[in-house]
């Protein structure tokens, strides 16, 4: 498992921890050796700011050498998982939707309807049929997964044949909602309020909020927080957001349960 690192990616150790912690043998892989990508199974792309996000956040990134092994890789059917600019950049080199030629985007996250930077806790929701997303095997039907929404180009924006498109052929693979499940308005004003996008054949994902900025109890910022100061093994309790990786595991060891 390859964790992707670009200048300017700065959540790849985080990333690095999430993959270990669900027993996923992973190592960070610089800009500087896209040769080394033939040896490995599936492809994280995490958060941060290639390239500065000149042009358009993960455009210079999508055009990187990094790239074109991780593209002949989700072509082949193996797993793909973007995280925030991750997600900038796999739809920048079209890989999601995947709906047009390679590198030719046809949607793209734009700056936040706020027109600033925003971190906010957020939930979200499976909008799809977990079949439809073997990426994420043995994922629940409606799962919601807790997870931090901190960028400020994370707006779904696509021409309306383009949305309508993702509507209705099922890309759209998570949407934002409440901690039950209920729907919310995107916080970045995100068409469909959609907070992930899928290929069509369910082996590429893009998300733009953090999964593994939730994934131990010490990411809180609440009361569950408070609670366990002081307490070594509570504070390191696995919470929400791991479940993603655990999903993304079990897919990478054939849909087999750890």
């Given amino acids: ?24 043998d992973g190592a960070l892989v610089h800009w500087s050796s896209p040769e080394v990508l033939a040896q490995f199974d599936a492809f994280i792309l995490p958060g941060g700011f290639a390239y500065e996000d000149r042009v358009r956040s993960g455009a210079v990134a999508a055009h990187d050498a990094l790239i074109d092994p991780v593209i002949e890789a989700a072509q082949a059917g193996k797993f793909v998982l973007g995280i925030c600019n991750g997600a900038q950049i796999l739809a920048e080199a079209g890989l999601v939707p995947g709906t047009g030629p390679l590198r030719h985007p046809t949607a793209a996250f734009a700056p936040n309807a706020s027109g600033r930077f925003q971190s906010v806790h ?42 309508e498109r993702i509507e209705r052929d099922g890309h759209c693979a998570f949407v934002y909602c409440d901690r039950d499940g209920n729907p919310v308005p995107a916080p970045n004003g995100a068409a469909l309020d959609c907070a992930a996008l899928v290929n069509r054949a369910g082996n590429v994902l893009a998300i733009m909020p953090h999964p593994e ?44 349960p750890a």
Avoid at 12 to 17: P, Q, S
Wanted: glycine residues 10%; hydrophobic residues 45%; aromatic residues 6%.
């Fill in 1 to 24: 498992m390859a964790v992707l690192v670009f200048p300017g990616t700065n959540s790849e150790d985080e990333t690095l921890r999430a993959v270990r912690a669900v027993g996923l």
């Fill in 122 to 163: 957020v939930h979200v929701k499976l909008a799809v049929a977990p079949e439809r997303i073997p990426i994420l095997a043995g994922i629940a039907p409606g799962a919601v997964i807790p997870a931090w929404a901190s960028h400020g180009d994370g707006r779904l924006a696509a021409p309306t044949d383009e949305l």
């Fill in 213 to 256: 900025r939730d994934a131990w109890t010490f990411n809180h910022n609440d009361a569950s927080r408070d609670a366990a100061r002081g307490d070594t093994q509570a504070m390191l309790a696995p919470s929400g957001g791991i479940r993603l990786f655990e999903h993304f595991a079990r897919a990478l060891r054939g849909g087999v």
